[in-house]
């Protein structure tokens, strides 16, 4: 499939929560104050600079791209900023404003939590901008890892047993996650959503791999509302 040119502003998108999280590390070694402002404006002029850059028009492209190192899908990693995900980012992005605003100057909320906050929106990022499926793999557990640290950061009793279950919950959804990539990879050559696609259009109701494809949706859609906690999973 050839993509349209490379549009960095889905990469800025991508890097501002990565740059928050660099900034907040001197936390570790200065005093809070000197780096809980400098990396939240990194963070959200950036995020608010690529989605405005990148904002939906009539009559403008349905998806933007940007592809590394120059490596085309199925070889490379590429990413798709299209109107959903452009709209779920901005959500993202309106409800860590209210949670930063929220735990600032409170002295509970040290610089770990934040570096993790702005991970969680990095691999936020990651999971509504990947075009294949086992990057969506990688950035779910970079996403789950850094939830089990934010439900836990309290160190309560109550807050470690809820750490935990989570923990257990998304070890599970991700073995059904990891059960329909390999079918759709076993069939169709590719985890890439296109190649997907292509299997997926390619298939007839009377094939035998019919079955096998359905079940590899249900898999992955089982997977994805178990580690999302969506009713009645």
């Given at each position: 499939m050839e993509l349209a040119p490379n549009n960095i502003y889905v990469l800025v998108l991508m890097l501002a929560p990565i740059a928050g999280a660099v900034l907040i590390?001197?936390?570790?070694?200065?005093?809070?104050?000197?780096?809980?402002?400098?990396?939240?404006?990194?963070?959200?002029?950036?995020?608010?600079?690529?989605?405005?850059?990148?904002?939906?028009?009539?009559?403008?492209?349905?998806?933007?791209?940007?592809?590394?190192?120059?490596?085309?899908?199925?070889?490379?990693?590429?990413?798709?900023?299209?109107?959903?995900?452009?709209?779920?980012?901005?959500?993202?992005?309106?409800?860590?404003?209210?949670?930063?605003?929220?735990?600032?100057?409170?002295?509970?909320?040290?610089?770990?939590?934040?570096?993790v906050l702005y991970l969680v929106f990095f691999s936020l990022h990651g999971v509504l901008f990947s075009r294949d499926l086992f990057n969506l793999f990688v950035w779910f557990e970079l996403l789950s890892l850094c939830s089990f640290v934010l439900v836990a950061y309290d160190h309560s009793p109550r807050a470690l047993m809820a750490a935990l279950r989570y923990l257990f919950l998304s070890t599970v959804s991700i073995i059904f996650f990891l059960l329909g990539i390999w079918i759709f990879y076993r069939h169709g050559g590719s985890p890439s959503f296109s190649q997907v696609q292509g299997f997926l259009e390619g298939l007839s109701t009377a094939s035998p791999r019919s079955l096998q494809a359905s079940l590899a949706i249900v898999f992955i859609t089982a997977g994805i509302i178990t580690r999302s906690a969506v009713l009645p999973f």
């Open positions: 590390l001197i936390g570790k070694v200065l005093p809070l104050g000197y780096s809980l402002l400098p990396s939240f404006l990194v963070w959200s002029v950036g995020t608010v600079y690529g989605l405005f850059k990148t904002c939906p028009t009539e009559g403008g492209p349905v998806s933007m791209f940007y592809v590394f190192g120059g490596w085309a899908e199925p070889f490379g990693i590429v990413l798709e900023l299209n109107r959903i995900s452009w709209a779920a980012a901005g959500l993202g992005f309106l409800i860590g404003l209210v949670l930063w605003l929220h735990t600032r100057g409170r002295e509970a909320y040290g610089s770990s939590f934040y570096l």
